[in-house]
């Protein structure tokens, strides 16, 4: 049975999940007053829709476009996981692929994770710096050249490599220099992808 003495804080909860796409977790829930039993409560009642373990919408917040990928950011951490590689590239708008699964990066410690179904789950040892991380649609999402240089890194089709490149620079989300720079740090393969996109480009 739920505690009916404890009144929980749903405009607060709606708040928080309002900037991910109606979805919260039971960790955001607690913050706001709600304890499993009335999560569970409400869940049965219709209110609320179980997404994932420890991950929840409301049933009534408008549909997302993006509410998968939010869901499963989520789902396998929203304090430690961060969008990256072709997901992150279809959310900067760097690419017109729909990725196949949705990619996310944690940090090597957990490894031994098992995501939800429909995840790629990605493991680093690179700290993120500043500058490379940007949010969109409330989750961390890694920025350009990371994103393009993790893909390129994975074995991302080299055109789309390239044109993620391309229209990074053009638009001014990164330099030439910058991508370089970064990119030999990542050995010649990464470098020779990009060679023919930063050559004649701006020079930062």
């Not at 370089?180 to 992808?193: I, P, T, Y």
Request: charged share 30%; hydrophobic share 35%.
């Amino acid at each position: 049975m739920y505690d009916t003495k404890r009144v929980p804080d749903r405009a607060r909860l709606f708040r928080m999940a309002s900037e991910q796409g109606g979805h919260f977790t039971a960790g955001q829930a607690r913050a706001c007053g709600y304890s499993r039993a009335l999560l569970s409560h409400h869940a049965r009642g219709g209110e609320l829709v179980r997404v994932h373990r420890g991950v929840y919408r409301f049933r009534d917040y408008p549909s997302h476009p993006r509410a998968d990928v939010i869901a499963a950011w989520l789902a396998v951490g929203r304090e430690t996981s961060v969008v990256s590689h072709e997901s992150a590239l279809d959310l900067l708008d760097l690419s017109d692929i729909v990725p196949g699964a949705i990619h996310i990066t944690v940090p090597r410690r957990r490894r031994g994770y098992r995501p939800p179904a429909g995840v790629a789950l990605h493991t680093t040892t690179r700290p993120f710096r500043e500058g490379d991380l940007v949010v969109r649609e409330g989750m961390r999402v890694t920025g350009p050249v990371r994103s393009i240089l993790d893909a390129a890194d994975a074995g991302a089709a080299p055109e789309q490599i390239r044109r993620a490149a391309r229209e990074a620079v053009e638009r001014g989300m990164t330099t030439s220099r910058e991508f370089v720079d970064e990119a030999r740090k990542r050995g010649s393969r990464v470098v020779d992808l990009i060679a023919d996109v930063v050559d004649g480009t701006d020079e930062g």
